[in-house]
Nanobody
Framework: QLQLVESGGGLVRPGGSLRLSCAAS????????VAWFRRAPGKESEGVAC????????SFGDSVTGRFTISRDNTGNTVHLQMNYLLPEDTSIYFC????????????????WGQGTQVTVSS
């Protein structure tokens, strides 16, 4: 059974960078699309970024476009979220999720989820 494990969260100053990783275990990601979502206290979950199963296409939420990138490593089994120019409003728990092949930024379309990693942007 596919399990997803996030890592790389932490505390960073505004304007700084972090790279989150989503590693698959128990099964391979294969041709699954992988997305990152985030949820801040008292707010709805927000789709941040997605990469398709063949890694040929990516999509981003409006609030992170131009600052975040998403990539898959050579094994295809780990997906990274590079976050640059971080803002205090990026503070959230970040989750990765997987679904068959095609991207989406709707959390309802993803059956497989990790446990999340906390990102805090503060001076």
């Amino acid at each position: 059974q596919l399990q997803l494990v996030e890592s790389g969260g932490g505390l960073v100053r505004p304007g700084g960078s972090l790279r989150l990783s989503c590693a698959a275990s128990g099964a391979t990601l294969g041709n699954k699309a992988v997305a990152w979502f985030r949820r801040a206290p008292g707010k709805e979950s927000e789709g941040v970024a997605c990469i398709t199963g063949d890694s040929r296409s990516t999509s981003f939420g409006d609030s992170v476009t131009g600052r975040f990138t998403i990539s898959r490593d050579n094994t295809g089994n780990t997906v990274h979220l590079q976050m640059n120019y971080l803002l205090p409003e990026d503070t959230s728990i970040y989750f990765c999720a997987a679904r068959p092949y095609y991207c989406s930024l709707s959390r309802y379309e993803f059956p497989s989820w990790g446990q999340g990693t906390q990102v805090t942007v503060s001076s």
